[in-house]
């Protein structure tokens, strides 16, 4: 069970790659997802890599980032 | 929402959820806006403070115009640069009150010169979240006084000639010169150290009004990518790279 978690509120997010940016582990990547209001969306691709530190949420314009941590590692 | 969709699996406690004094409305600005990043950091600083119920912001004109929809406590809706006016007469009226208000750089460095110099030189007892862009964002990109040398703009298309135009009009260290300031700092929110930092700063201003400190103005030197036609990621780098050098970081009056 990987470290972190991440939501994305694909409503709010406008696909600017801030997030993508900012993560460390390249968990996150736009993908070719369209919102409904045009946006290509970011989206997770690596899950086993997030360690739940929240720089990709603390990076985002739109506040569409959710994260969560796991309780114990290695659970 | 489709945040519902996606299941939280068991065995994990949330970290960073969206700030409670934030409504459910969608931000307006363009994607990879700085202004964004900064009315979550206010949004977060009110939540930590625990003064949502008698927190009270002026908004500006320009592309923060709509705050009230994002925010859950009360607003109003400066006239064009009259945010710190409004925000004098609110705090004095009733002091119980936590009054911020949050403008632009042609909000409060160009048509709201005087009002931003005169509440500053009073000291009056209220937090500004300066919003220093570089250009006029909301009306499609015109020079502001705050527009570095050599910049295109729609209204400088042959980049700024400080000439015929000026300088970049240093808000910050002209306001603290005067004796009336409590704290004047400028922060940045390229990357996630300067967010940090910057989040400090904006606590740090809403804490010197609850204790009577005083005027406290934070300026965040802040990245307009539709304007500058750059991707988001560029934005930031342009900050770093050619902001930064007009605008260094810092505080610039700290009264304790
Ligand atoms: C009295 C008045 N004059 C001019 C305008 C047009 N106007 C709207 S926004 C704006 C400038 C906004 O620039 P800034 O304050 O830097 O905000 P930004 O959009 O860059 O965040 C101007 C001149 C207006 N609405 N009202
Ligand atoms: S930073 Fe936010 S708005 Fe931008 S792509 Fe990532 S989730 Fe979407
Ligand atoms: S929480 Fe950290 S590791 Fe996980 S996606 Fe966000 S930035 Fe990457
Ligand atoms: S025009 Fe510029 S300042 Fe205005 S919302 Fe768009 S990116 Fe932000
Ligand atoms: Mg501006």
């Given at each position: 069970m990987p470290k972190g978690f991440v939501v994305i509120d694909k409503e709010r997010c406008k696909g600017c790659g801030l997030c993508v940016a900012a993560c460390p582990f390249g968990v996150l990547a736009i993908t070719s997802e369209l919102n409904p209001y045009g946006y290509a969306v970011a989206g997770v691709i690596a899950p086993e890599k997030c360690t739940g530190c929240a720089m990709c949420a603390q990076m985002c314009p739109d506040v569409a980032i959710e994260v969560y941590r796991a309780v114990k590692e290695g659970v | 929402m489709s945040v519902t969709e996606v299941k939280v699996p068991a065995g994990y406690v949330p970290v960073y959820t969206k700030?409670?004094?934030?409504?459910?409305?969608?931000?307006?600005?363009?994607?990879?806006?700085?202004?964004?990043?900064?009315?979550?950091?206010?949004?977060?600083a009110i939540d930590e403070l625990g003064i949502q119920e008698r927190t009270v912001g002026i908004a500006p004109v320009g592309c923060a115009v709509f705050l009230s929809d994002f925010f859950r406590c009360d607003f109003v809706?400066?006239?064009?640069?009259?945010?710190?006016?409004?925000?004098?007469?609110?705090?004095?009226?009733?002091?119980?009150?936590?009054?911020?208000?949050?403008?632009?750089?042609?909000?409060?460095?160009?048509?709201?010169?005087?009002?931003?110099?005169?509440?500053?030189?009073?000291?009056?007892?209220?937090?500004?979240?300066?919003?220093?862009?570089?250009?006029?964002?909301?009306?499609?990109?015109?020079?502001?006084?705050?527009?570095?040398?050599?910049?295109?703009?729609?209204?400088?298309?042959?980049?700024?000639?400080?000439?015929?135009?000026?300088?970049?009009?240093?808000?910050?260290?002209?306001?603290?010169?005067?004796?009336?300031?409590?704290?004047?700092?400028?922060?940045?929110?390229?990357?996630?150290?300067?967010?940090?930092?910057?989040?400090?700063?904006?606590?740090?201003?809403?804490?010197?009004?609850?204790?009577?400190?005083?005027?406290?103005?934070?300026?965040?030197?802040?990245?307009?990518p539709t304007n500058l036609r750059v991707s988001p990621v560029e934005g930031n780098k342009w900050v770093v790279e050619q902001a930064l050098k007009y605008f260094p970081l810092g505080d610039l009056k700290v009264r304790d």
């Open positions: - | 700030p409670k004094s934030l409504s459910e409305a969608r931000f307006t600005y363009c994607p990879g806006c700085h202004h964004g990043i900064i009315t979550r950091l206010v949004a977060e809706q400066a006239a064009h640069g009259r945010a710190c006016a409004v925000a004098t007469g609110i705090k004095r009226a009733n002091p119980d009150l936590i009054v911020f208000s949050y403008q632009g750089d042609g909000d409060l460095a160009a048509i709201g010169t005087a009002e931003t110099v005169h509440a500053a030189n009073r000291g009056e007892n209220i937090t500004v979240i300066f919003v220093n862009n570089q250009i006029y964002g909301m009306t499609g990109g015109e020079m502001a006084p705050t527009t570095l040398p050599g910049m295109r703009t729609v209204t400088t298309p042959e980049g700024r000639d400080v000439r015929t135009t000026g300088y970049p009009l240093r808000m910050s260290e002209m306001l603290a010169q005067l004796d009336g300031p409590s704290y004047i700092t400028r922060q940045a929110v390229f990357d996630v150290r300067h967010v940090q930092m910057a989040k400090k700063a904006i606590i740090k201003a809403f804490k010197n009004q609850i204790e009577g400190k005083g005027f406290s103005l934070v300026e965040i030197v802040a990245a307009c």
